[in-house]
């Protein structure tokens, strides 16, 4: 299967413009999404409501390291990019490197950036910058129970 994973910044820069010519309105949303669970499918879903084209910034396997622990990421970004790619609520999905998204945010300039409502709005990574481009932040609820660290639980429990 063909991954929808972008080869880099600017071509999918270029994608996004045809968009936006045609009056479209994009969705950011990133994250790990280490293990897809119901959890994660509900919360694309809503993100895609919000907009024309859902693009997902996915940390590579460094930055979830870092930010989850040695045990993570559990797929690697290949794998993560490819499960991703076979929703049809994801358009596009991008790799990147560092512990936030912020400086792919601001190249990317989506009108609408979304998060968990697990995130403070205060401390959701590029909010400032979208709003400051007139763009919108949303947060979505998240499915109680179900995620990604409770799964590994569960199966350590098991």
Same mark, same amino acid.
């Given at each position: 299967?063909?991954? +929808?994973?972008?080869?880099?910044?600017?071509? &999918?820069?270029?994608?996004? #413009? @045809?968009?936006?010519?045609? /009056?479209?309105?994009?969705?950011?949303?990133?994250?790990?999404?280490? &293990?897809?669970? !119901?959890?994660?499918? #509900?919360?694309?879903?809503?993100? #895609?409501?919000?907009? $024309?084209?859902?693009?997902? /910034?996915?940390? $590579?396997?460094?930055?979830?390291?870092? *930010? +989850?622990?040695?045990?993570?990421?559990?797929?690697?970004?290949?794998?993560?990019?490819?499960?991703?790619?076979? &929703?049809?609520?994801?358009?596009?999905?991008?790799?990147?490197?560092?512990?936030? !998204?912020?400086?792919?945010? #601001?190249? *990317?300039?989506?009108?609408?950036?979304?998060?968990?409502?697990?995130?403070?709005?205060?401390?959701?990574? /590029?909010?400032? $910058?979208?709003?400051?481009? /007139?763009?919108?932040?949303?947060? %979505?609820?998240?499915?109680?129970?179900?995620?990604?660290?409770?799964?590994?639980?569960? %199966? +350590?429990? @098991?």
């Amino acid at each position: 299967m063909q991954t +929808k994973l972008a080869a880099d910044v600017p071509a &999918l820069q270029l994608a996004l #413009r @045809s968009v936006r010519e045609r /009056g479209g309105r994009v969705v950011f949303t990133n994250g790990c999404f280490d &293990l897809l669970h !119901p959890g994660h499918v #509900r919360y694309l879903g809503a993100a #895609r409501a919000l907009g $024309d084209v859902l693009v997902v /910034g996915l940390n $590579d396997d460094a930055s979830v390291l870092r *930010l +989850k622990g040695a045990a993570r990421p559990i797929m690697t970004l290949a794998e993560r990019a490819e499960v991703l790619s076979a &929703l049809a609520v994801v358009d596009h999905v991008i790799a990147f490197a560092d512990d936030t !998204p912020v400086a792919l945010i #601001r190249a *990317l300039r989506p009108d609408v950036l979304v998060k968990g409502a697990d995130w403070a709005e205060s401390d959701i990574a /590029g909010a400032t $910058d979208v709003r400051s481009w /007139g763009g919108t932040v949303e947060r %979505i609820d998240l499915v109680p129970g179900v995620s990604t660290s409770d799964i590994i639980r569960r %199966i +350590k429990q @098991s």
